[in-house]
Every structure is written in structure tokens, then in C-alpha cells.
């Protein structure tokens, strides 16, 4: 059978041809999230301020939780956490005590900036410099390259890539900002690391009494604890003692490579972020993947039905008809998989760049390139390949021989039996799922989970019952069709009597329409609403901004200046809390808000739908609706949550409002927020003015002045805080790129194959006195048909997914669908099919109908 199957893959390679593309496609972009999440889970750097202790211990970067099945079993779930979880200044004691400990260190250190006049120098990789102390040098790469070490409470020593970036050496004095206005540090030296490498983050040291002087609460508290081992006793022995020495400590000890994690904790929240979207990624485009396969095969094998039946006929079994097929499917998965993998690397190099450039990785995100990910690139491709092979032949190789000669001659008048019965089954069951989640409506995440199912069952009965709906249509078309004239009547009779044909290249259209709208409409409504909730929430006529984040002094001083109503600082985090759908518990990650109570009302209008959030104090939280559906909360209860570093909250629910898109999903305390943050600093800070107040502007921008980089606006903008939701917006958009693309192989193929099988047919009215332009009309208006009845019937496949996206973002069922969105979606598709068909029929009509009516099959 192989040799028979490579000999009509030599034969056929036109027919072949879709499905090697859509294979090589499949291949490059699995490969390439394969990359991805092996990168996601092996991501890691080697430490550099941390490469010469044995051990480090540090805060575990990971909020653990348990939680519970449908079923009823619970297991645990884990969420990288966004902040940076410090420890007690004791447990250096503690440390020190434990068997084969020589020494112990303790890594304190602040997020700083530091000012060249006005502007703000920045450190590589686009962030923050952060100062450590002194003491800390010991327990990295890090050498003093000139000048000397620092003293007293005046005196900083710069790595010398930072130097460089500021214009700075040694004696020259630099101004250093926290959680205050700036202060003037003397340069007393400057630090390279071993080699002549470059930090991936720029570094300061200083004395305790200058950390202590810019971060007080940096000498009660760790980043983390460097520790050399006693000479002769193996670091993983001293480590499996500290663990035991610290049970129930939420701390993990990092050895070797391991400890660039503790290091570089921005490492763990971008690997999370690319594990989940490489998963997300791969996943869809393997699922479009399977349905194009299975449409080119079919169409592929529905023209070579005279070949089989006469296989059939000649005594070939149902078995050796399959084993052909598959070995056809197999090795044209196998090449397509070998050359798709070279792409794939392509492919993530590209996705890298453009996850760094929107925030999702760190700007030096290098993905991990290894044999793997290309071998279950290489396995999935012939697996999809195969796996579309035996569905698209199980008709022809389950009939038995005469009934498979007659229906190589003519086309089934009728749907199957059972192709009837499933796809009236699927359609019940979609109605079941939409109805079910008009019944949710107050539940997100069911929602949303339900909107994802059903845009794809639905696409699944689009494609069973394709023959029933595509006669329906062409009889609601054949009125107007016929009015067009005899091109027109041609082409009203063919689809009607090649259902399966036209069909088959409606489904492709159906898939790409529908999947594509819900997926595009879903970010619209979800971003233009979150900008309407920013628009109409912000309360404050002023707002006071800085790139790198505000100094939490900055607002107490503009609430105490003459004509200020109110002033707060908003300071914002992630937390992790347990979310449930259809009885199904898992982690969720929540966006998350400080404000000051008492100015809460002046600046902020949250849409307050129940409670009181005037009450907002540092043992309560509110909930937006979204949250609070998420979490299954009401007001009164109690939450159970995991702040930014992890440290566990438990508060009571005082309020729900509406405005959690624009906004956040829970709002907090300022102060209790803001000190389990990382760099302690606020976003942002919103001023309201008294009413009539004059001069309130002049004097707000004078402050400003006193922090350098600090920007006055009048509103907060929306962009910015609807930043994150962009960027997931951009990786749903790259998803309905890869739609579209698959598309164009399927339709521009089901189209240029149909086209060319027909050529007999066209010779045949081109003799019996059809001009070619009649022809040409008559393929233009069955193209027209296709796009009509596959853009309409997509479009209805997207309106029930997109009412429950729409319900569950805004509370009614119309969703944000632009005027260009739907001629960007339904245009490509239009352009696609035209050209398919009327390029390949100008092409066939060149040959003499004499010559064409003879021709091979």
C-alpha cells in the first residue's frame, strides 16, 4: 500500500497540494509554540548578583492553593506571583543555625530612579535600577572596578553600565528618588561584573544608613538570604536541612542555575504568561487545523471517487482502502512536518519579539530551542494528517463496490441518514449550551467558557449538516439567480444538484466567518467597554503620572494644597483567588486597585451596585460584579485571597460595582496594597479639585515640578489602563490571523479543485453553443452564492457566542462589532473565493472545448 500511495501522491500533486500547505502551517506554528512553552517551563537565567553562594533562600514566587475537581477530589493549583515576596530579617538567625551553614547573608534592596536633571536614566531592559546593600556584594559576580566602597548615609556605588547610561564616574554626585523627593548621593565607585559582561539589570550599592535613608522598611526585612556551605558538604544536603529547618516558611531554597530565579523574579510572571499562551495558541491552531484537513481530504478524495470505486470493485478491502489513505495522509504529514519546523523557528522568534515589545515577556526573553517541541511538532503533523485521512474516507471505503461505482457517477440526492440524525443531535445540543448560558448570566467565567464551546460546536454542525443548509440557501437564491439570465440559471441549477460541492466550499467559510467574528468582537466589546467604564468612572478633573511610578508622598501632598477637594494615590497589583465554573475550581489571577478611602467618592465613581464603599478599610475589599462571579462572593462574606507577594488575605465584602473592566477587579485599601507591592510606588494619582478653586492647576504642576518625571494631566487615559487587555487583544488577533490564513488554503483550493474537475463540463456547454463569457458569468455568480450563503450563515453561527460574551462584559447582548471589523472579516473571505474560483476557471477556459472534453481525469 505505501508503494501505491506515494505513487498517487507523485500523480495527484495538485490535488495534495492544500493539504501539505495546511500541514507545513500546522508544523511551523506548533513547533514554534512548542518552543514556546518548553522556554515558558525551562526558563531561567544564570544569576549574576547571586553566583557565588551556594544556596539562596527566598520568598516562593508562587501562590499555592487547594483546590477541587467536578468530581470532588482536590489538588493543588499554583499562580506566579506578580510581586516580590521579602522575609523577615530573623530568619538570617535561623539560618545560620542550621548543620553545614559557614555564612549567611542577607540581599536587601529598593527599586530607585535616578535623575540626570529632569530625566529619568534608565536601566537595561527598559527597568528600574534597584539599590542593595553593601554586604551583598559578596554574594555575586559583582567586583569593585574604581574608586571604593561606600560610606555613611551619602555615598552610592553604580555598576558601570549604569554609570555609562547617566554620564556618570566616579566623584560626580546623582540624584536618587524612592518614596520621596529626590536626594544627592556622592559616587564613591563603580562595580563590573567578572568577565566584562553586561548586567541584565542595572545595580547600585550603598551602606545600610543610605538604603535605610531612601527604603526604611528595608532593615526589617530581606529580598532574600545568600548562603555558603561549610568546605566539603554538598550544597543539596544543606538545602534538604533548610527545608526541613523551615517547614511551613513560605520560602524556597534555589541552587545552581535556579538561583537567576530568585534573582530575576520578573522571569517566573513572563514564563507563566507564555506556558499559558503558547498553550492557548497551539491549541486553536490545531483544532482549525484538523477542520481544514478534514474539508481538503474530503474534497480530495469526493474527486478521486472514481479511483476507489474501481479499487473497490476490483476486490481492494475496506481495510487495505483505509491503509492506502492513511499511508497517503502519513507521509505527506511526515514532509510537511520535517520542512514546517525550520519556519517554526521563525515563527518564534517573531512571537518573541512581539510578546516583549507589548509587556507580556521581559524585553531579553530568549526562547529555548531544543529537539523536543520539533518532535511532537513532527508527530502532531502526521497524527492531524492521518487523523483527517480515515474520517474524510470512511464512506468510500464502507460501501460496498456497485453502490460505490454508481455514486462515483452521481452525487447522493440525499444527506445521510445518520450525517442527519448527528448533525440534528449537535444542533439541539447547541441550543442546550446557548440556553444555558442565558441562564448564567451572572457567571463570567461560565460565560465566557460557554461562548468558546459553542462557536465551536457550531461550526462542527455547519460542517455536517453543509449539503441540507447549502440546498435550503441556493432554493431561497434560485429567484434572484434566475432573473440574472441563462448564466444565472446555470448557476442556481448547479449548486442546487452539486450540494456537496458547494458545500464543500461554504463550510470553510462558515468556520472562518464565525470564528473569526467572535474572536475579533469579543476584544472590541471588551475594550470599548473597559474605555466607557475609564470615561465615565473618573470622577477626578486632574491626574498626576511618572513612567516609572509615583512617589506615595506625592498624593498626601496634593490633598493638603489649597483648593484640592481630594487626592488619592492609586496603586495597583495582582492577587490570586479561587474561581469556579460548572462546579470546576481553579486559581485565577485578578487585576487589583489601592485608593484612599476617604477620597475614594472625589475621584472615582466604581458604579457601586451593592453595599457601601465608603466602609473600605484595610481589613475589607470590594469586588467588581466580574469578580464577584468569578469568586462566587457576595457582599458579607469573607474572602479568601493571595495578595501580590502572596501573603494571605482575609477580609469581609463591602461592596460590588460595575466598573471593573476600565477599573479593577478588587479594590483594596491604598495602604494595605501598597506595602506588599515590590517597588512601592502608586500608578498614578488623582486630584478633584473644590469647585470654582482658581489657581488649583498652577499649584498642582509647581508640585509636580519637585518630582522629577512626574506629568500633570486633566482625565486619566484610557489606553493606559486598558494596556494589559491590548496586549491580550493582539494575541487573540494573531489567532484570527492563523484562521484566516488556513482559510485562504482551504477555500482558494476547494475552489481551484472543484473549478478544474469541472473542465469537461465547461467544454461541454462551450459546444453545445455557451459563449466563454456566459461561462465566466455563471462561475461569478455561484462564487457570489458561496460568499452569500457562508457569510450569512457565519455571521448566525457568531451572534449566540457573541450575545454571551456581550452579556457577560456588559450586562446586555449586543456586542461592540465595527462596520470595518465585518468588512475585514467578511471581505477577505469575499476576495479569497473569487479568486479561487475565477482565476482557475479563466485559466481552464483556454483550452479548445474539443481538447478539454477528451481530457483525463
Known sequence: MLRLALATLRARKGAFAASFLALLLAAAVVSACGVLLESGLRSGLPPERYEKASLIVAGRQRAEVDVRSADGSTYRSSRPLSERLRLPASLGDDLAAVDGVASVTADRGATVRLLDGDRTVGGRNGASPRLHNWDGLSLGGFRLASGGPPHGAREVVLDSDLAARGDLRVGSDVRLMTSSTPVTFHVSGLVALDGGRTPRQSVLFAADPALHRLAPGTARQADAFGVVTASGVPPSRVAARIERALTGESVSVYAGDDRGRAEFTDLAVGAANVVELATGIGGNVLLVAVFVLCATTSLAIRHRRRELALLRAVGTTPRQLHRMIAAEAATAGLVAGVLGCPLGVGVVHWLSSQFAGRGIVPPDFRPVIGPLPFLAAVAATVATAVTAGFVASRRAARIRPTEALGEAAVEPARLGRGRTVAGGALLVLAVAVFGLGLGYRADFLTLVGLANSLVLLLAVTVAVLGPLLTRTAVRLLA??????????????????????????????????????????????????????????????????????????????????????????????????????????????????????????????????????????????????????????????????????????????????????????????????????????????????????????????????????????????????????????????????????????????????????????????????????????????????????????????????????VATALTGGPLPTAPVLGWVAVLGSTAVLTLAGTMLPTRLVLRARPADAIGARE
Open 479 to 804: 429567484p434572484a439567480l434566475n432573473r440574472t439570465g441563462v448564466a444565472g440559471w446555470l448557476a442556481a441549477a448547479n449548486s442546487r444538484s452539486a450540494a456537496a460541492r458547494t458545500a464543500a466550499a461554504v463550510t470553510p467559510l462558515v468556520l472562518a466567518v464565525s470564528f473569526a467574528a467572535t474572536v475579533v468582537f469579543t476584544q472590541t466589546t471588551q475594550l470599548d467597554e473597559a474605555a466607557e467604564q475609564v470615561r465615565s468612572g473618573t470622577v477626578a478633573d486632574r491626574v498626576l503620572t511618572a513612567p516609572a511610578g509615583v512617589s506615595p508622598q506625592l498624593a498626601r501632598e496634593a490633598a493638603e494644597l489649597p483648593g484640592v477637594k481630594a487626592a488619592t494615590g492609586v496603586v495597583r497589583s495582582k492577587v490570586v483567588g479561587v474561581g469556579s465554573m460548572l462546579g470546576e475550581q481553579e486559581t485565577v489571577s485578578l487585576s487589583a486597585q489601592g485608593v484612599r478611602p476617604r477620597a475614594l467618592a472625589d475621584t472615582l465613581d466604581l458604579d457601586a451596585r451593592e453595599g457601601d464603599l465608603s466602609s473600605l478599610a484595610p481589613d475589607t475589599v470590594a469586588l467588581s460584579t466580574t469578580a464577584a462571579s468569578w469568586l462566587g462572593l457576595d457582599v458579607g462574606d469573607r474572602a479568601h485571597l493571595r495578595l501580590g507577594d502572596g501573603t494571605a488575605f482575609e477580609g469581609k465584602v463591602i461592596a460590588l460595582y460595575g466598573r471593573g473592566s476600565g477599573f479593577a477587579d478588587l479594590t483594596f485599601d491604598h495602604d494595605l496594597l501598597l506595602s506588599h507591592t515590590t517597588d512601592r510606588v502608586d500608578q498614578s494619582v488623582l486630584v478633584r479639585s473644590e469647585p470654582g478653586a482658581a489657581g488649583t492647576g498652577r499649584r498642582l504642576a509647581a508640585l509636580a515640578h519637585d518630582y522629577p518625571g512626574t506629568v500633570l494631566g486633566d482625565a486619566l487615559a484610557a489606553d493606559q489602563q486598558i494596556e494589559e487587555q491590548r496586549a491580550t487583544a493582539w494575541v487573540n488577533y494573531v489567532v484570527v490571523g492563523l484562521i484566516i490564513g488556513y482559510t485562504a488554503i482551504t477555500v482558494v483550493n476547494t475552489q481551484a479543485m472543484n473549478t478544474v474537475a469541472r473542465r469537461r463540463e465547461f467544454a461541454l456547454l462551450r459546444l453545445t453553443g455557451t459563449s466563454r463569457s456566459q461561462v465566466l458569468g455563471m462561475m461569478r455568480r455561484e462564487s457570489l452564492t458561496v460568499v452569500a450563503v457562508g457569510a450569512v450563515v457565519g455571521v448566525l453561527a457568531s451572534v449566540p457566542p457573541l450575545v454571551l
